[in-house]
């Protein structure tokens, strides 16, 4: 885009355009804001990408601020592929939306070409595109293929360079030993020159000078060995383990809830929900975004919501809860969240730099950190909080994908008690043992 400095040389044969633009007036009908960013572009054909979305295109005559989340992406998406002749730079285009939106935006890149997508969602990654650029420790990479090619070669080279770099290891450590039993060789040597007054100085002399000549040569050739093989030596990106430990609830239900409804005054978000959790379930909460998925974690948390049926929950059930939004790290340190929510500072810094936090962000006040930062700030503090039930709201939004394979790793080792929204169709595969839909 020309908006940073850089090295080397960046060609192009064609305009670029990137996702999400801002709409600077959100007041404004939608269509009016969309002519007054791209005047050129003819008013059918972005009607032609909503249908495509399916999408109804009723949407361009409302204020953009009252659109949801999925339609707002969906006309930033419309409008730029109704622009012919560019490149698209389309930048993390699904987080906040509810899996139909997802689809959706699937279904659509499926069918388009010509563009660059940054995502953390494997599947999305998996069905729509044909490269994989990938930015690892050891260098920049681009493979023909999808998310789960470039993982399964990646998985199969980092196997093999991992073997390559302990053979190198422990042949250094050989030669080292070597050379510092040269070294003293040639210690040895030279104290030799001193010795008995009544030897021959010069015979002594001469011969000390040859061994220790041959003991230098020696040791250049085993420092020069060691550097060449330290240089074969592979930066391998590694995935530290994350840990959690889940207090044992004295009984195996901690939570009941049957023919729940949820009411905001007169309006009825949701109702008929039942379920209940039980020890090491992993309970998902899907549905369209505004169905009352949160209203429910937050009526479990103990949050003043007015409901109908009946909820049941044990008594002194310890929570451990990730909000979906960072808010409540505004204005706080690090050592502030710690007291704050009475966890250890070091086991959660630990957590922290597991995820890959560098410990230069942790003087920081946490405002000033990324919202992926702020995301890990968030788990990092629930899986250092022990407690029998974990309930993480969105947790995954801005969070990349080898942290997420970390966090999916130690939730199945570490079995903990828990009920999670999520829109990130492969976690909710991979982790969840119940899966509770709500609404229609």
């Given amino acids: 885009m020309g908006k940073l400095k850089y090295q080397g040389n960046i060609s192009k044969t064609v305009d670029i355009e990137y996702f999400p633009f801002e709409i600077k007036n959100k007041e404004k009908m939608t269509l009016e804001s969309l002519e007054e960013k791209f005047p050129d572009v003819e008013d059918w054909k972005i009607i032609r990408e909503l249908n495509l979305l399916n999408t109804n295109p009723e949407i361009l005559y409302r204020p953009f601020n009252t659109l949801s989340g999925g339609e707002q992406v969906k006309v930033l998406l419309s409008s730029l592929f109704a622009k012919e002749n560019e490149f698209l730079l389309i930048d993390e285009p699904t987080n906040h939306l509810d899996l139909e939106a997802k689809k959706a935006i699937e279904a659509y890149l499926q069918k388009k070409k010509g563009y660059i997508l940054v995502s953390h969602d494997r599947k999305l990654l998996d069905n729509t595109c044909d490269h994989i650029l990938a930015i690892n420790n050891s260098g920049i990479e681009i493979i023909k293929g999808n998310y789960s090619t470039w993982k399964e070669n990646k998985d199969r080279r980092d196997v093999f360079e991992l073997k390559e770099n302990e053979k190198l290891k422990s042949e250094i450590s050989k030669l080292d030993i070597a050379s510092k039993r040269t070294a003293n060789w040639s210690d040895k040597v030279e104290k030799s020159k001193y010795g008995d007054s009544h030897v021959d100085k010069g015979y002594i002399g001469h011969k000390a000078e040859k061994m220790m000549k041959r003991s230098k040569a020696i040791l250049l050739r085993q420092e020069k060995k060691i550097k060449e093989k330290e240089g074969l ?41 039942s379920f209940e959790i039980n020890r090491k379930d992993r309970i998902a909460l899907t549905g369209k975004n505004g169905s009352g998925k949160s209203s429910i974690l937050k009526l479990l948390l103990g949050d003043n919501i007015e409901y109908f049926g009946d909820l049941k929950i044990g008594n002194n059930i310890k929570i451990s809860y990730v909000p979906q939004t960072t808010e409540i790290l505004n204005g706080l340190t690090m050592r502030d969240y710690t007291k704050k929510l009475d966890i250890d500072e070091s086991i959660f810094k630990a957590m922290l730099s597991k995820l890959g936090v560098d410990s230069k962000e942790f003087n920081k006040r946490i405002d000033e950190l990324s919202e992926g930062q702020k995301k890990k700030v968030l788990i ?51 982790i969840a043992t119940k899966i509770i839909k709500i609404g229609k």
């Fill in 233 to 273: 030596l592979k930066n391998i990106d590694r995935i530290d383990s994350l840990v959690i430990k889940p207090l044992e609830y004295m009984k195996n239900n901690l939570v009941l809830v049957d023919n729940l409804g949820i009411k905001y005054g007169n309006k009825t978000i949701c109702e008929n929900v």
């Fill in 380 to 430: 990092s503090a629930s899986i250092s909080n022990n407690a029998d039930l974990y309930i993480w709201d969105e947790p995954l939004n801005y969070i990349d994908i080898e942290s997420r394979l970390q966090i999916e790793e130690a939730i199945l080792k570490y079995e903990p008690t828990i009920i999670f929204v999520e829109h990130d169709e492969t976690f909710v595969q991979n």
